[in-house]
């Protein structure tokens, strides 16, 4: 499986522990059935560990949006992005940005698109997060 379906995968296991209640590695059987990627579970299994630093940080620069607000596709693809952008170093924070947006116009709108990379690209300059 190639890295951004990996992605494609995870946003969808995210959405699903986030909607459905269900635990990551119910998601990940659900998304993947036998192909246990590595980097689709490292991608799903580190976002859910640091789930509450994942949200204080996407809250922290969410302008007059509340987070209950954010639809649940929109949350996954930022939590994987951040999670991406923290605990990924050898991942470009180009790469990690060009693929959350991707996913937000494959999953969302234009306005999904413009929203995520406003965010994500806020996150990233404003927390100092620069990586190759």
């Keep these: 499986m190639n890295r951004r379906k990996a992605r494609e995968k995870a946003v969808q296991a995210l959405f ?9 590695e119910e998601a990940l059987e659900t998304v993947c059935g ?10 799903v299994m580190t976002t859910t560990n640091h789930l ?6 996407i809250k922290k620069y ?5 987070f209950e607000r954010l639809g649940n596709v929109d949350k996954a693809i930022m939590r994987l992005a951040v ?3 923290l605990y990924f170093d050898e991942i470009p924070v ?8 991707e996913m937000a116009k494959t999953f969302g709108d234009d ?3 413009r929203f995520t990379n406003g965010v994500l690209s806020k996150i990233v300059n404003e927390e100092g997060i620069l990586k190759k």
């Design 111 to 113: 306005d999904t698109r």
């Design 52 to 57: 509450p630093e994942i949200d204080n940080l």
């Design 34 to 43: 036998d192909d246990h990627d590595p980097f689709l579970r490292d991608l």
């Design 16 to 24: 699903q522990i986030e909607v459905g209640g269900t635990s990551p």
């Design 83 to 85: 999670s991406e952008f």
């Design 94 to 101: 180009k790469a990690t940005l060009n693929e959350a947006i």
């Design 62 to 66: 969410l302008i007059k949006w509340p």
